[in-house]
Protein backbone atom coordinates (compact mmCIF):
# COMPACT_ATOMS: atom_id res chain seq x y z
CA UNK A 1 0.00 0.00 0.00
CA UNK A 2 1.35 3.09 -0.64
CA UNK A 3 1.76 6.13 1.37
CA UNK A 4 -1.02 8.25 -0.63
CA UNK A 5 -3.33 4.93 -0.04
CA UNK A 6 -2.79 4.87 3.48
CA UNK A 7 -3.08 8.53 4.44
CA UNK A 8 -6.52 8.30 2.44
CA UNK A 9 -7.13 5.45 4.27
CA UNK A 10 -6.36 7.32 7.95
CA UNK A 11 -7.90 10.95 6.92
CA UNK A 12 -11.38 9.71 5.20
CA UNK A 13 -11.90 5.88 6.15
CA UNK A 14 -14.16 4.58 3.63
CA UNK A 15 -16.45 2.40 6.36
CA UNK A 16 -17.33 5.81 8.18
CA UNK A 17 -17.57 8.22 5.09
CA UNK A 18 -21.00 7.17 4.25
CA UNK A 19 -22.57 8.21 7.66
CA UNK A 20 -20.87 11.31 7.63
CA UNK A 21 -22.15 14.44 6.05
CA UNK A 22 -20.59 17.09 4.48
CA UNK A 23 -19.81 19.16 7.78
CA UNK A 24 -18.28 16.16 9.79
CA UNK A 25 -16.10 15.75 6.30
CA UNK A 26 -14.59 19.30 5.52
CA UNK A 27 -14.13 18.93 9.48
CA UNK A 28 -12.45 15.61 9.70
CA UNK A 29 -9.97 17.14 6.91
CA UNK A 30 -9.29 20.44 8.68
CA UNK A 31 -8.52 18.86 12.02
CA UNK A 32 -5.87 16.63 10.88
CA UNK A 33 -4.87 18.23 7.60
CA UNK A 34 -1.59 19.99 8.47
CA UNK A 35 -0.68 16.99 10.92
CA UNK A 36 2.81 15.67 9.54
CA UNK A 37 1.19 12.14 8.96
CA UNK A 38 -0.88 13.45 6.22
CA UNK A 39 2.05 15.45 4.03
CA UNK A 40 1.69 12.96 1.48
CA UNK A 41 -1.88 14.08 1.06
CA UNK A 42 -0.94 17.92 1.01
CA UNK A 43 1.86 17.16 -2.00
CA UNK A 44 -0.14 14.89 -3.87
CA UNK A 45 -2.81 17.82 -5.24
CA UNK A 46 -4.01 16.20 -9.08
CA UNK A 47 -3.90 12.80 -7.54
CA UNK A 48 -6.55 13.06 -5.20
CA UNK A 49 -10.22 13.02 -5.68
CA UNK A 50 -11.32 16.66 -6.70
CA UNK A 51 -13.74 16.61 -3.66
CA UNK A 52 -10.89 16.72 -1.27
CA UNK A 53 -8.77 18.63 -3.69
CA UNK A 54 -11.23 21.06 -3.57
CA UNK A 55 -11.94 20.82 0.25
CA UNK A 56 -7.80 20.95 1.27
CA UNK A 57 -7.36 24.23 -1.56
CA UNK A 58 -10.49 26.27 0.26
CA UNK A 59 -9.23 25.00 3.97
CA UNK A 60 -6.02 26.46 2.63
CA UNK A 61 -7.21 29.68 1.79
CA UNK A 62 -9.04 30.15 4.82
CA UNK A 63 -6.35 29.16 7.31
CA UNK A 64 -3.97 31.66 5.37
CA UNK A 65 -6.26 34.59 5.13
CA UNK A 66 -6.81 34.01 9.43
CA UNK A 67 -2.93 33.93 9.91
CA UNK A 68 -1.21 35.91 7.11
CA UNK A 69 -3.64 37.59 5.02
CA UNK A 70 -3.66 37.04 1.04
CA UNK A 71 -0.28 38.50 1.07
CA UNK A 72 0.54 34.80 3.03
CA UNK A 73 -1.25 32.72 1.03
CA UNK A 74 0.44 34.05 -2.06
CA UNK A 75 3.89 33.40 -0.14
CA UNK A 76 3.24 29.95 0.83
CA UNK A 77 3.24 27.24 -1.51
CA UNK A 78 -0.83 27.46 -1.25
CA UNK A 79 -0.31 30.37 -3.76
CA UNK A 80 0.63 28.60 -6.38
CA UNK A 81 -2.38 26.85 -6.51
CA UNK A 82 -4.43 30.24 -6.88
CA UNK A 83 -6.10 29.31 -10.27
CA UNK A 84 -7.25 25.99 -8.56
CA UNK A 85 -8.57 27.60 -5.73
CA UNK A 86 -10.61 29.80 -7.75
CA UNK A 87 -12.18 26.80 -9.70
CA UNK A 88 -12.55 25.32 -6.44
CA UNK A 89 -14.52 28.40 -5.27
CA UNK A 90 -16.85 28.25 -8.56
CA UNK A 91 -17.34 24.52 -7.68
CA UNK A 92 -19.10 24.93 -4.56
CA UNK A 93 -21.24 27.96 -5.82
CA UNK A 94 -19.18 31.11 -4.45
CA UNK A 95 -18.74 32.53 -7.26
CA UNK A 96 -18.28 35.90 -5.69
CA UNK A 97 -15.16 35.67 -4.43
CA UNK A 98 -14.41 33.33 -7.48
CA UNK A 99 -14.58 36.56 -8.98
CA UNK A 100 -12.19 38.56 -6.65
CA UNK A 101 -9.59 36.02 -6.68
CA UNK A 102 -9.98 36.09 -10.26
CA UNK A 103 -9.19 39.66 -10.19
CA UNK A 104 -6.32 39.03 -7.24
CA UNK A 105 -4.88 37.10 -9.92
CA UNK A 106 -5.42 39.31 -12.98
CA UNK A 107 -3.70 42.07 -10.76
CA UNK A 108 -0.41 40.02 -10.64
CA UNK A 109 -0.22 38.97 -14.12
CA UNK A 110 -0.88 42.37 -14.81
CA UNK A 111 2.00 43.66 -12.79
CA UNK A 112 3.91 40.56 -13.76
CA UNK A 113 4.12 39.43 -10.06
CA UNK A 114 3.69 35.06 -9.13
CA UNK A 115 3.59 33.52 -6.33
CA UNK A 116 7.00 31.73 -7.05
CA UNK A 117 8.91 34.87 -7.20
CA UNK A 118 6.87 35.54 -3.73
CA UNK A 119 8.10 32.40 -1.93
CA UNK A 120 11.49 32.94 -3.78
CA UNK A 121 11.99 36.33 -2.23
CA UNK A 122 10.68 34.87 1.35
CA UNK A 123 12.74 32.20 1.08
CA UNK A 124 15.73 34.17 0.59
CA UNK A 125 15.11 35.82 4.07
CA UNK A 126 17.48 34.39 7.12
CA UNK A 127 14.93 32.33 9.88
CA UNK A 128 16.31 35.72 12.20
CA UNK A 129 14.84 38.32 9.90
CA UNK A 130 12.28 40.81 10.84
CA UNK A 131 11.17 41.88 7.11
CA UNK A 132 8.22 44.08 6.00
CA UNK A 133 6.44 43.57 2.57
CA UNK A 134 8.14 46.58 1.28
CA UNK A 135 11.58 44.96 2.23
CA UNK A 136 11.31 41.42 1.22
CA UNK A 137 10.02 41.93 -1.92
CA UNK A 138 10.62 45.44 -2.92
CA UNK A 139 8.96 48.82 -3.79
CA UNK A 140 7.08 47.86 -7.12
CA UNK A 141 5.80 44.02 -5.75
CA UNK A 142 4.30 45.75 -2.26
CA UNK A 143 2.76 48.37 -4.22
CA UNK A 144 1.45 45.74 -5.88
CA UNK A 145 0.23 43.37 -2.57
CA UNK A 146 -1.21 46.26 -1.16
CA UNK A 147 -3.79 46.53 -3.78
CA UNK A 148 -4.36 43.01 -3.99
CA UNK A 149 -5.04 43.53 0.08
CA UNK A 150 -7.76 45.81 -0.80
CA UNK A 151 -9.31 43.31 -3.28
CA UNK A 152 -8.97 40.41 -1.12
CA UNK A 153 -10.54 43.00 1.72
CA UNK A 154 -14.17 42.26 -0.05
CA UNK A 155 -13.27 38.66 0.03
CA UNK A 156 -16.69 37.06 2.07
CA UNK A 157 -13.96 34.52 3.54
CA UNK A 158 -12.38 37.67 5.57
CA UNK A 159 -15.80 38.87 6.68
CA UNK A 160 -17.87 35.68 7.41
CA UNK A 161 -16.50 32.33 6.56
CA UNK A 162 -19.40 30.56 7.24
CA UNK A 163 -21.06 31.57 4.56
CA UNK A 164 -18.55 30.12 2.46
CA UNK A 165 -17.91 26.99 4.77
CA UNK A 166 -22.00 25.86 4.51
CA UNK A 167 -21.43 26.49 0.70
CA UNK A 168 -18.56 23.69 0.85
CA UNK A 169 -20.84 21.39 3.06
CA UNK A 170 -23.22 21.24 0.83
CA UNK A 171 -21.09 20.48 -2.43
CA UNK A 172 -19.28 17.98 -0.34
CA UNK A 173 -22.71 16.21 0.55
CA UNK A 174 -23.88 16.43 -3.18
CA UNK A 175 -20.33 15.13 -4.24
CA UNK A 176 -20.19 12.15 -1.63
CA UNK A 177 -20.36 9.19 -3.57
CA UNK A 178 -18.35 10.45 -6.54
CA UNK A 179 -15.60 11.25 -3.14
CA UNK A 180 -15.86 7.67 -1.95
CA UNK A 181 -16.18 6.19 -5.57
CA UNK A 182 -12.44 8.14 -6.24
CA UNK A 183 -10.98 7.00 -2.80
CA UNK A 184 -11.61 3.45 -3.57
CA UNK A 185 -10.24 3.79 -7.39
CA UNK A 186 -6.86 4.94 -5.41
CA UNK A 187 -7.34 2.28 -2.71
CA UNK A 188 -7.20 -0.29 -5.42
CA UNK A 189 -4.78 0.61 -7.17
Do not use: W
Not at 38 to 46: D, K, L, N, S, V
Not at 90 to 101: H, P, T, V
Amino acid sequence: MSTLQEELQQLLPLDQLEAMSGEEVVGSVAMDLYRAEFATIRECGPELPQVLRDVILIIDLDTELSMNGMTGFLENASGGFLQETITAMQRIGNEADAEILMSIQHELSASGVTSEQLRQNVNALSEHDVATSLKTHGPHIHEVLQRVELQAGSLSMQEDNEEVFDLLYQYVDNNKDSLRQEIEQILMN
